[in-house]
């Protein structure tokens, strides 16, 4: 009895924490199709002419192109740090491995406006012109503790012995990790790809402060919002990268639990 009433309160926590997340969504993908300028309801009616729209706005294609690019290029760097710093985690031993690991999630704790300025600040100190560039760099900063802790959380399942027999059959040590270890823990690796592509791709208060002239999409969406009349294709967008991104982020889920299972 206890058992199936610890059951039922946890079923309608999930339940109640599943309605609070989800609703702004659910809403949010609603009004993307009504035929009005205001989020109220009732709807005024059903369209599709503000999904219609997105395809002929230059300056939001040129945004979307901008963080594709920076997702990419920033989330393939953070994996390959992310990897290299676990397997140096997971295999060796060496002078200072507690503060390399502290030092490498700082920036889960450091709240996003303080690091764009600390950044900002150190880019014009040193002359490097802000652009997408800048804003990349910073990407790369953010999303390489993600990877580390996906990539580590595989490689502590990793058998040792399997690199061991590799090299005793005459692999040498990075051999094994290219041919043995990196194929086996490619799930995680795209799995961490794919979370740092999701962080950099919707990204906003780091951008703002670098990406100079040369806006994101979350930053070109919050310049939308000073005119009314782009409300309903804020929102439209909006749509479509929440439900992007969410399928992505379950994606990468089902890619880390597929590595964890397949020992």
């Known amino acids: 009895m206890r058992r199936q009433n610890q059951f039922s309160f946890g079923l309608l926590y999930f339940l109640f924490v599943a309605f609070i997340l989800f609703l702004p969504i659910i809403l949010l993908v609603i009004f993307s199709f009504n035929d009005s300028t205001k989020l109220v309801f009732p709807l005024?009616?059903?369209t599709l002419a503000h999904y219609q729209e997105l395809g002929s706005n230059r300056e939001m294609l040129e945004a979307v192109e901008t963080s594709v690019l920076l997702g990419l290029g920033s989330s393939l760097l953070a994996t390959i740090l992310g990897t290299m710093g676990a397997i140096a985690l997971a295999r060796f031993k060496f002078p200072?491995?507690?503060?390399?690991t502290a030092v490498s999630a700082l920036p889960?704790?450091?709240p996003y406006v303080i690091l764009g300025v600390s950044l900002l600040i150190m880019?014009?100190?040193i002359g490097l012109k802000l652009s997408a560039w800048?804003?990349?760099?910073?990407h790369v900063v953010i999303s390489i503790p993600y990877a580390l802790l996906i990539?580590?959380?595989?490689?502590?399942?990793?058998p040792?012995?399997?690199?061991?027999?590799?090299m005793d059959l005459g692999a040498s040590y990075w051999g094994a990790l290219l041919r043995v270890t990196i194929p086996i823990s490619f799930p995680a690796l795209v799995a961490a790809f794919l979370i740092c592509f999701t962080i950099s791709f919707d990204e906003f208060a780091i951008s703002s402060f670098l990406v100079g002239t040369q806006p994101t999409l979350p930053v070109y969406l919050y310049s939308q919002l000073r005119f009314p009349t782009r409300l309903p294709l804020v929102v439209a967008l909006s749509a479509i990268l929440m439900v992007t991104t969410m399928a992505v982020m379950l994606l990468a889920e089902w890619l880390r639990r597929l590595g964890q299972t397949s020992d």
Do not use: D, P, W
Not at 160 to 166: R, T, V, Y
């Open 96 to 100: 200072g491995r507690g503060l390399f």
């Open 44 to 46: 005024r009616g059903f």
């Open 134 to 138: 800048t804003a990349g760099l910073a």
């Open 123 to 125: 880019f014009n100190q």
């Open 160 to 166: 040792e012995n399997l690199e061991e027999a590799a």
């Open 108 to 110: 889960l704790v450091i």
């Open 151 to 158: 990539i580590s959380a595989r490689m502590a399942g990793f």
